[in-house]
């Protein structure tokens, strides 16, 4: 059986906790100790009483990697400031390898305009800024090798810098209704906080500071937005940028609006009476100087032919404005007139309905339906009402004779039918008709004749009287009744025949009868 022994520096091992031997011959050192667990070992291995052991010697040497001590920059360091920082190694084997980084690239000294002065050993290097400027803003690190490790320490340089213009605000102009943006960036260490503000007096002395809304907001850039630009943006504003460090940075802009020509009202309607003079009043807010062009029913108008129609222009507080004239308006002037008004920033159009206002056109197509011999229906088609309702209809009519005159009859101006009662018989008559709104009445329309139809005769004849003329003639005479066509005259018992009379109240009688007796007079259609 084989024993193994370790020894260090001639001691049998384990001396301690940390060292343990086990029995395959492995040494182990846990957590070990410069000084301590570093020199000459043996291990020693023997099979028995009487045998020569066997055994072999070796060193161990322990190395200890760079430790750095900790280091800061300075708080509050402003452009123009020296300052150095130094890295040591606290602890370490040789030889020390030192250098160092900013932003985890190796240092450019010459670009940076900075020095570093270092011991031979490598153990100090000191890191020397002679004139702070923000380009050295950055994190330093001192990194220290040896053969067996690294170690690094890193701080952060911050060199306070005023606020400077990336992009300087300046005078813009726009058009109203448009989006803008009034540029005021600015850089520094701290990053400066921009405040707008918005002059309240002329001169630009006194301002109020102006909050982010729907209308006009401050950018995360700082600059000056505005969704879409009023006239009453116009103006001056102050652009502060301030971080504390320095006097900060201000500047006055001035924000010009100018406007296209834009109408509040885009319609309107003008009524006027036939023959009365119309003025339409074309006035826009807008820059000058303005221009206007005046459609009829979207035809350019010339009022070189339209000798009724003239325009001229004035100059007003907010523009300028157009006035057309048309002299003794016509039916013919209901029209739709546009004006349209432009100038260099845009153009906006004013229509205006105008409606000239007349009597009524006279009824046109009466045609007669539905005829009776007492009664017959109208109708007649609604014609032109002079831009004007109709408010009623008036119906009249005739017989062939003209002397006698029917009517008249009014109807409502919403209805165009009309039933005539109280006709005669198989007579015929002339109608026509005629309507009227508020400003008059209009001229009957084309007559329309017709003949009613037949019916019998409702009653025997009146009054009537035979009177003896001879022996052999009598005179017969009664009231002539309404309309009939023949008269009747009947004798008695049949002895004679009887006598038709046309459209007459009386007639004789010749018979070759002596004393005969007539029995009555009939009337017949």
Request: with cysteine; proline share 7%; hydrophobic share 35%.
């Amino acid at each position: 059986m084989c024993l193994l022994f370790y020894f260090a520096e001639g001691r049998p091992l384990p001396v301690n906790q940390r060292q343990r031997v086990y029995p395959n011959g492995t040494l182990q050192i846990m957590d070990i100790q410069p000084g301590e667990d570093n020199g000459q070992y043996s291990c020693e291995v023997t099979s028995g009483e009487g045998m020569q052991p066997a055994s072999r010697t070796f060193r161990i040497i322990i190395r200890a990697g760079p430790k750095v001590a900790s280091f800061s920059f300075r708080d509050n360091l402003h452009e123009g400031m020296r300052t150095a920082v130094t890295c040591i190694v606290l602890g370490g084997d040789g030889p020390l390898s030192l250098r160092w980084l900013k932003d985890d690239e190796p240092l450019a000294e010459r670009e940076l305009n900075v020095n570093v002065l270092q011991e031979e050993d490598g153990s100090i290097s000191t890191l020397t800024f002679k004139n702070l400027t923000h380009k050295h803003n950055g994190n330093y690190t001192c990194i220290v090798t040896n053969d067996v490790a690294s170690g690094s320490y890193s701080a952060t340089l911050t060199v306070k810098v005023p606020p400077r213009w990336m992009l300087e605000p300046s005078d813009i102009s726009t058009v109203a209704g448009r989006p803008a943006r009034i540029d005021c960036q600015a850089d520094g260490v701290p990053p400066p906080h921009v405040r707008w503000k918005m002059a309240i007096s002329q001169p630009p002395e006194q301002f109020k500071t102006i909050v982010s809304s729907s209308h006009i907001h401050i950018l995360v850039n700082g600059s000056l937005n505005f969704r879409s630009v009023e006239p009453s943006d116009a103006g001056y504003y102050l652009c502060e940028a301030n971080n504390g460090v320095g006097s900060g940075l201000s500047a006055v802009v001035r924000l010009t609006v100018h406007s296209a020509p834009h109408f509040l009202t885009k319609f309107m309607v003008v009524s006027t009476r036939r023959g009365d003079k119309v003025t339409i009043d074309c006035t826009p807010e807008g820059d000058r100087p303005m221009s206007f062009t005046w459609r009829k029913n979207g035809i350019l108008l010339d009022t070189s032919k339209e000798t009724r129609y003239s325009h001229r222009t004035e100059t007003t507080v907010n523009g300028e404005r157009s006035i057309l004239t048309i002299e003794k308006s016509d039916r013919k002037d209901s029209a739709l007139i546009s004006c349209t008004s432009s100038n260099d920033y845009g153009e906006d159009t004013l229509n205006v309905q105008v409606t000239v206002q007349d009597i009524p056109d006279a009824p046109q197509n009466l045609e007669i339906h539905d005829v009776t011999s007492r009664t017959l229906r109208l109708t007649w088609q609604k014609p032109f009402d002079g831009n004007f309702p109709i408010s009623r209809y008036t119906i009249m009519w005739r017989q062939t004779d003209g002397t006698t005159i029917g009517g008249p009859d009014h109807v409502a101006g919403s209805e165009t039918t009309h039933i005539i009662r109280g006709l005669r018989p198989k007579t015929r008559y002339f109608f026509r008709v005629k309507c009227e709104n508020s400003l008059g009445e209009s001229q009957f329309g084309a007559e329309v004749a017709i003949t009613t139809l037949e019916e019998p005769p409702s009653s025997p004849p009146q009054s009537v009287k035979a009177i003896p003329v001879s022996s052999k003639s009598v005179n017969v005479t009664w009231q002539l009744m309404f309309n009939p066509e023949f008269y009747r005259i009947l004798p008695l018992a049949g002895l004679i025949p009887s006598k038709n009379v046309i459209r007459n109240d009386n007639i004789i009688i010749h018979t070759a009868l002596k004393y005969t007796r007539f029995s009555k007079v009939l009337s017949f259609n």
